[in-house]
């Protein structure tokens, strides 16, 4: 009896040696289901709306279903900082790069049908609360001639955007003043603002039933490795590959090593310091080794004013020549509003505090001499957020990085990501998918555009 | 989990033995009595096949989905053939709405969705009203409705997939759109009715009934603002008589009850106002009838009146307290369990 008993145990123990081993399914004691897997086909540095996007199409497009594991790695899930959570919500395609029309139009076709690409059975349908008021531009005599080739560009990708004489202005909103402008361009159709906050929970339901994982955590360390080759010309080029993702977890000093195939750099405003870990710029100035990301944070203020006199329902989001911008804000007579500030008052970008001078100085002036009715207002609150900046051409930057092979870029966007974030996540996913774009050619948008210095400059950055 | 299949009942025995791993394994051990078992297998096996449930919902909310599309779908062919208005009133007779041609009666389909062709010889007279009550027109549905250049009454009521996105997309009409109506429609909301301030034309506009809008009363004060020349009406009783009415016409939305003698008169008499039609809202869209916006009358086929604006009934409870109260009540009723004043003693 007791022989038949000790072979029991022996049997017993064997079993538990050979799952410790590596190749057996070991079953740690605690509980680690904080920790990132340890392998993982893709992982996506930032779960904004440009992050949750890109594991949205990815997981949508792959073949078969259930082929890629994919990580969303998000360091702050309040999202305090990030600049989704922050936005105005405004979506337009009034831009001068054709590219940046087209990823607008198919960004809103995505949110009109919102409820069919990003349901969830037993879950209510989504309200992104869209408000369809389209977008007015006001140009001096200095911009106009741009303005005119921007909507002849805008109208020939199917935006549809008229443009009005100061005189039209004044018979469909008396409450402009047009002094000083001297022809504005309208959207008539798809354009206007909705509640950004909603596009992300959308996204984070669907995003994880469709088997995402997320992970809370900050990533510290790619770990890679490099080959040397040579081009056609003979130079030596050394080619990067990241094997490792080291996820830290929030608020311990614990941190996973995840194994990858690829890693999507959507970390917003911080895509510039992800770049850096990953070895991006890191080389002899000049050369595309030495070449930087060149993303970085810019503070941007918002403030939201009551005023009981101003301009009614039919406000659409007004832009005015100075870069000064409003919106209506519910029915209460409240606006939203701001400006962006030139190079050099720039913010310091360290923390997320708001200058009331900046309005007072900068953004009270302009909109007073626009709309007349703005003379008495009260700023009811205001709050800070971030652009990711582009210091190069203020356009995105998408695609894998020459060098640094495996590493995919989807951030840059400077003020106009949320608007363009659905059809960027698509873009990402094909070429990550396919090695190529499909429906949207974002091929002017690589990164090798900052070692040849072809910029692509956008005219219309508010 | 092995249910549905018999085993003897043995409970002491497994507990101890090595088979079971903890609290898991003892139901394994035990059978369940016959009369639940039938029910509980069918559940088991549904549960078992948890995904392929899924699957087959998400299947049949496609399905619902393509369906509303293919009622959608543009006729280039009769455009190309008999032009846009002749395309137009087909889409609306197709999707069982009324139209009007200029000079002409309303034209409807019938019980059964049939309709005579004989609208397609008008090849050059303008529609001039359109009463797509009830139907499911969406945001692509409306390129038809859009190419009739001299459209002067468009009534959307109890549309469910009209939103502000088509509300949008209704400016090309703004140089002969003099009447539109928009009661009902539970996606419509005060975001959308802020882009009709292109339709400098209107006249009558009927934004009653909406029940994705927060504030009713302020916003028609804020689009009577924006559009100074346009009346909009909140109690659904402004809108032009339909074809062959004799009274104002009783919209199950009006103050009044459904019963009244106007409806039974005009039911049979006016196509135009079909009650039967109703009974098509909110059931044709899947995802409408599963979460409707607010909307109370997801229980019932015809929608209840608005009560009336009268004194409300008071409510049975908290039960009044009689002028007198016995001294034997008198302590029960302060803790409101007395008595009611009606009640015989």
């Not at chain 1, 005189?167 to 361009?185: C, H, M, Y």
């Not at chain 1, 469709?210 to 955590?217: R, T």
């Not at chain 1, 890693?263 to 930087?292: C, D, H, M, R």
Request: with cysteine.
């Amino acid at each position: 009896m007791r022989f038949s008993d000790q072979n029991g145990k022996m049997s017993e123990i064997k079993k538990k040696i050979q799952s410790v081993l590596p190749g057996g399914a070991w079953n740690p004691p605690y509980d680690t289901s904080y920790l990132p897997p340890e392998h993982s086909d893709v992982v996506i540095v930032g779960g904004g709306v440009i992050g949750l996007s890109v594991a949205y199409w990815l997981k949508r497009l792959e073949k078969p279903r259930g082929a890629i594991r994919v990580l969303v790695v998000e360091r702050d899930h309040t999202y305090s900082q990030a600049s989704t959570a922050l936005s105005v919500g405004g979506i337009r395609q009034q831009f001068s790069v054709p590219e940046n029309i087209q990823l607008s139009l198919f960004s809103v076709e995505f949110l009109r049908n919102i409820n069919e690409y990003l349901a969830v059975v037993d879950d209510p349908p989504l309200d992104i609360q869209f408000n369809p008021s389209g977008y007015l531009l006001l140009a001096s005599e200095k911009g106009a001639a741009v303005m005119e080739s921007n909507v002849k560009v805008q109208r020939q990708e199917g935006a549809k955007v008229c443009l009005m004489s100061p005189e039209q202005l004044r018979n469909k909103f008396p409450w402009i003043n047009t002094e000083g402008v001297a022809l504005a361009s309208y959207g008539m159709e798809y354009e206007g603002w909705f509640d950004p906050w909603c596009l992300l929970q959308g996204l984070r339901r669907k995003v994880q039933s469709m088997g995402v994982l997320f992970c809370h955590g900050e990533v510290t360390r790619f770990v890679s490795s490099s080959s040397h080759t040579e081009t056609t010309s003979g130079e030596e080029v050394t080619l990067k590959r990241i094997h490792e993702v080291h996820v830290k977890i929030d608020r311990s000093l614990e941190y996973q090593p995840v194994e990858c195939a690829l890693v999507i750099n959507a970390a917003g405003a911080w895509s510039g310091q992800i770049a850096e870990l990953a070895g991006v710029g890191k080389g002899p100035p000049g050369t595309l080794q030495g070449t930087k990301l060149p993303v970085e944070r810019r503070k941007r203020y918002v403030y939201l004013w009551h005023c009981p006199q101003g301009p009614g329902l039919e406000t659409p989001f007004v832009v005015d020549a100075s870069g000064a911008y409003f919106r209506r804000e519910g029915l209460g007579n409240n606006y939203l509003g701001g400006c962006s500030p030139t190079e050099e008052e720039e913010p310091d970008p360290g923390n997320l505090e708001v200058d009331h001078d900046f309005f007072q100085d900068k953004v009270w002036p302009p909109l007073a001499q626009r709309v007349p009715a703005f003379e008495t207002l009260k700023v009811r609150s205001a709050w800070a957020g971030y652009y990711d900046y582009n210091t190069f051409d203020q356009n995105g930057v998408v695609g894998p990085h020459p060098l640094v092979v495996n590493m995919y870029f989807a951030t840059g966007f400077s003020g106009h990501g949320l608007q363009q974030a659905p059809a960027v996540g698509r873009a990402v996913a094909e070429m990550v998918l396919d090695g190529h774009f499909q429906t949207i050619n974002l091929n002017p948008f690589h990164f090798s555009r900052f070692y040849l210095g072809e910029k692509v400059q956008e005219h219309n950055i508010i | 989990m092995g249910l549905g299949k018999t085993k003897p009942l043995h409970l002491v025995m497994p507990v101890w033995n090595r088979g079971t791993r903890g609290i898991r394994g003892l139901s394994r051990a035990v059978a369940l009595e016959g009369s639940q078992k039938k029910g509980r297998s069918l559940l088991q096996f549904l549960a078992d096949r948890f995904y392929d449930v899924q699957a087959l919902r998400e299947y049949l909310l496609q399905k619902q989905v393509l369906k509303v599309h293919q009622k959608n779908r543009p006729f280039t062919y009769i455009k190309e053939r008999f032009g846009p208005h002749a395309a137009g009133a087909y889409f609306i007779l197709k999707q069982g709405g009324a139209v009007k041609f200029q000079g002409k009666e309303w034209i409807r389909s019938d019980a059964h969705g049939h309709f005579s062709l004989d609208f397609l010889k008008f090849q050059a007279v303008p529609v001039e009203a359109v009463n797509a009550s009830g139907c499911a027109i969406n945001y692509q549905g409306l390129d038809s409705l859009l190419a009739l250049k001299e459209l002067r009454s468009l009534w959307l009521q109890r549309c469910p997939h009209v939103d502000d996105w088509c509300l949008g997309r209704l400016h090309p009409l703004a140089n002969s759109l003099q009447e539109l109506s928009l009661a009902g429609c539970p996606r419509i909301s005060e975001r959308g009715l802020a882009s009709l301030h292109h339709l400098q034309n209107l006249r009558r506009l009927d934004i009653s009934d909406l029940h994705a809008v927060s504030n009713p009363g302020l916003t028609r004060i804020l689009v009577e603002e924006m559009l100074p020349s346009c009346q909009a009406s909140l109690l659904g009783s402004n809108s032009l008589p339909g074809p062959g009415e004799v009274s104002r016409p009783g919209e199950p939305h009006s103050p009044n009850p459904v019963t009244s003698p106007d409806m039974a008169t005009t039911t049979s008499r006016n196509p135009a106002l079909d009650l039967s039609r109703d009974s098509k809202y909110p059931y044709s869209n899947v995802l409408l009838a599963r979460f409707p916006v607010g909307h109370p009358s997801a229980h019932g086929p015809l929608r209840h009146p608005w009560p009336p604006l009268a004194k409300r009934p008071e409510p049975p409870w908290p039960p009044r307290v009689p002028a007198n109260p016995s001294a034997t009540n008198a302590a029960l009723v302060k803790t409101g369990l007395g008595l009611c004043s009606s009640f015989p003693r």
